[in-house]
């Protein structure tokens, strides 16, 4: 079992930034590739951003791609998402997630939200305009 607990969320004005954290209860961190999806009321869970479990390989959803960054810190078992230029539309519910990757690649990633493992409870993101 994974515990995941996201933190960093809240209300920000549209242009601003905020940086989301994942902590991870498990010592073997390292073995998993790890995800950022986020939900909007109303809407479906959708992708935000990926990276493998050695932190090589990223991947993005266009519609993030050049404002968000992800990064991960295995010594600590956090994953971080770094949010830049923040629009009204990235208002949502974020989520990390986790995949037991070990068997994979080491530049595995997923985009799809059934690959994943375990999941944290969410974070909350408002950007007004």
């Known amino acids: 079992q994974v515990q995941l607990v996201e933190s960093g969320g809240g209300l920000v004005q549209a242009g601003g930034s905020l940086r989301l954290s994942c902590a991870a209860s498990?010592?073997?961190?390292?073995?998993?590739?790890m995800g950022w999806f986020r939900q909007a009321l109303g809407k479906e869970r959708e992708f935000v951003a990926a990276?493998?479990?050695?932190?090589?390989?990223?991947y993005y959803a266009d519609s993030v791609k050049g404002r968000f960054t992800i990064s991960r810190d295995n010594a600590k078992n956090i994953v971080y998402l770094q949010m830049n230029g923040l629009k009204p539309e990235d208002t949502a519910v974020y989520y990390c997630?986790?995949?037991?990757?070990?068997?994979?690649?080491?530049?595995?990633?997923?985009?799809?939200?059934?690959?994943?493992?375990?999941w944290g409870q969410g974070t909350q993101v408002t950007v007004s305009s």
């Open positions: 990276i493998s479990r050695s932190g090589g390989t990223t």
């Open positions: 498990r010592r073997t961190f390292s073995r998993y590739a």
């Open positions: 997630a986790a995949e037991d990757s070990t068997y994979y690649s080491g530049s595995y990633v997923s985009s799809e939200p059934n690959e994943y493992d375990y």
